[in-house]
């Protein structure tokens, strides 16, 4: 799709970088753009790149500790008298830790706090089960008022860091720990909702969300050369679920794969899933983490391991297809 | 806004918010009594003298800002910004009925005046912390966060990560005021998790602490007085109260911490309550 303004995703030489770069870079754009923007980390400040903020805007940066409770309470207070506080920690501990208080302080309260939780999903690899956060996008997508983002690539996380910035609603956004494919530029387009097709095709709908649209996109071109034409339509918000993009591509196609470094209960698997079944019920195939926790290993060991490779992907687009008798 | 109360009016508004507690938790037929009972007097105080407020704008942008952190006493801030004139008092009967205002536990998106939706205990002191850095940031030094706790709540472990974080940043525009009542569900605090030294505690995590009776209207006022003249440090206002004070059965008895009283003990309770009224005497005339 060239009116996206994709980088040249298939080259062995595509760019990686962490999302979590693209957020630290945004979010000192941010703050110069809006004064009232402000960050508060819990210990892990370079960790999540906020320091590049901090070291921009020291008096408007605050470095709380080793304590994620009091990390969104206080981004509560801030933003309650105006302020637009990014607070920042690792996923498994914000909002794996403090849900309680996002809801109650941030979310029914309704003041916009954004939420930055870095090194979620399989990415996290060495750090092991405790550290991989898997479960954070159903905990927040049930969250009414909260808007659930999951950029595909750091040129996106800054986008959407500065998109956050504006939006007046709470916001969760995940990102990775590893440098990650680099598929989008700065003229591919943003907004908070949207879900973009970045491959047009007939036979079958890949719906990915975060750094898995990016591996999404490697099976699409793997199914190619089997001869199926794949959709893939990249999700980087969860909530609210851009419905019309995605009923639109599985209308069209009558078979679909969801595919997220997730648990498919209550994550991108689970929306899809509760929109298709109520408004167009499709054949569906959820890949993602499927009621089991992660462990050691590096990255690429452990897509291999669970199942989340671009082979795995173009496998169960050939098994979907086969069974509804479309090869 | 910024009428001068003489202590016996205030000891009379104290005594009518008192009534309101009843009169709203009997006709809710559920709610907290102790609680609301034995801070009446502290959001007298706070209503009525020490805040700068104006219910008729309650955004206004110079207000201090009141939180309540312990959000099952919602009661007696509905009833005390009733009599301030934030709302008809009428509305007080609409306490936990379908389509209120007054929610169960305060919900700042509801009403008007409500700074922080609270309920889920040991939030409100961290928020007080975000809200006066957000002060501080936009140079508003005439302006101050008083945040009311549960002495219960205090089991709450974020309430210590606040603790904590306050006297870093030296924020001396936070006043906290702690319902020292020693009851929470489960029986008096000391046998549920000591929380004393509770006086040390405070000091040694860098807080000024003042120690009054939470029930004397004269003492909270004198204390947020001298808490206001406290600069570079926090400070922490240990307000020992009696809970479900004003009504000789529930004076006391943890088990009226979650209970409403029943149409006969009601009318028993308001008796009192008038009868006190007519009694009342400043002992400071």
Same mark, same amino acid.
């Given at each position: ?28 754009? +941010? ?118 983002? +999951? ?64 591996? +999404? ?96 992907? +173009? ?13 | ?285």
């Amino acid at each position: 799709m060239s009116n996206l303004h994709l980088t040249d995703y298939l080259s062995p030489d595509v760019a990686l970088v962490p999302t979590r770069k693209g957020f630290g870079e945004g979010l000192k754009k +941010a703050g110069e753009i809006d004064v009232n923007v402000v960050a508060a980390c819990a210990d892990l400040t370079e960790s999540v790149q906020m320091h590049i903020f901090r070291e921009a805007f020291p008096n408007r940066f605050f470095e709380i500790g080793i304590a994620e409770q009091n990390l969104v309470t206080v981004g509560s207070g801030l933003a309650a008298m105006g302020k637009i506080p990014f607070v920042s920690s690792y996923a498994a501990f914000s909002p794996g830790r403090n849900w309680e208080q996002i809801k109650t302080t941030i979310a029914l309260n309704d003041v916009p706090v954004k939420i930055i939780g870095s090194h979620a999903g399989l990415y996290t690899g060495a750090d092991g089960a405790t550290h991989q956060m898997l479960e954070d996008i159903a905990l927040m997508r049930v969250m009414p008022n909260m808007v659930v983002i +999951a950029p595909g690539d750091a040129v996106e996380a800054e986008k959407a860091t500065l998109a956050m910035a504006k939006d007046p609603r709470p916001n969760y956004m995940r990102l990775a720990r590893e440098a990650t494919p680099v598929f989008t530029t700065d003229k591919t387009p943003f907004e908070i909702g949207q879900a973009y097709v970045l491959e047009q095709g007939q036979d079958i709908t890949i719906i990915a969300t975060g750094t898995m649209t990016h591996k +999404a996109l490697i099976a699409a071109q793997l199914l190619f050369k089997d001869g199926i034409d794949a959709e893939v339509v990249h999700v980087p918000t969860i909530k609210p679920l851009d419905a019309v993009t995605i009923l639109q591509s599985v209308k069209k196609t009558g078979a679909v794969i969801t595919v997220e470094e997730g648990q498919i209960a209550g994550g991108l698997g689970g929306a899809v899933a509760e929109l298709l079944s109520e408004q167009l019920p499709t054949r569906l195939v959820r890949m993602g983490m499927k009621d089991h926790y992660g462990e050691s290993g590096k990255p690429v060991e452990l897509f291999e391991h669970f199942g989340l490779t671009t082979k795995h992907i +173009a496998l169960e687009a050939h098994q979907l297809l086969t069974s509804l008798g479309k090869q | 806004m910024f009428q001068k109360y003489s202590e016996l009016e205030l000891e009379q508004i104290a005594n009518t918010i008192r009534k309101d507690i009843i009169t709203m938790l009997e006709h809710a037929g559920s709610g907290h009594s102790a609680g609301p009972l034995g801070l009446a007097d502290i959001f007298a105080a706070l209503y009525f003298d020490v805040l700068r407020h104006d219910p008729k704008k309650p955004d206004w942008e110079e207000r201090d800002i009141l939180l309540l952190s312990n959000g099952h006493c919602a009661p007696v801030r509905y009833a005390a910004m009733a009599e301030a004139g934030y709302f008809s008092k009428k509305e007080l009967l609409t306490l936990r009925q379908f389509g209120t205002r007054l929610q169960g536990h305060p919900e700042r998106t509801k009403l008007a005046g409500v700074e922080n939706t609270s309920g889920p205990l040991g939030s409100g002191l961290s928020q007080a912390i975000g809200m006066a850095l957000a002060m501080r940031l936009n140079n508003q030094h005439h302006r101050w966060v008083y945040v009311v706790l549960g002495d219960g709540e205090l089991d709450e472990g974020n309430i210590w990560e606040a603790a904590m974080l306050a006297p870093k940043h030296g924020l001396h525009n936070i006043i906290g005021i702690i319902d020292r009542n020693n009851i929470q569900i489960d029986g008096p605090t000391e046998s549920v998790v000591p929380l004393e030294d509770l006086r040390g505690k405070w000091e040694s995590f860098g807080w000024h602490v003042i120690e009054i009776d939470g029930n004397n209207i004269e003492a909270v006022i004198d204390a947020c007085a001298m808490a206001r003249a406290v600069i570079e440090k926090p400070v922490m206002i240990i307000a020992h109260t009696i809970p479900g004070k004003g009504v000789d059965f529930m004076e006391y008895d943890f088990h009226w911490h979650g209970m409403p009283p029943n149409h006969e003990q009601a009318m028993i309770a308001l008796k009192e309550l008038r009868t006190l009224g007519g009694k009342i005497r400043s002992e400071h005339e």
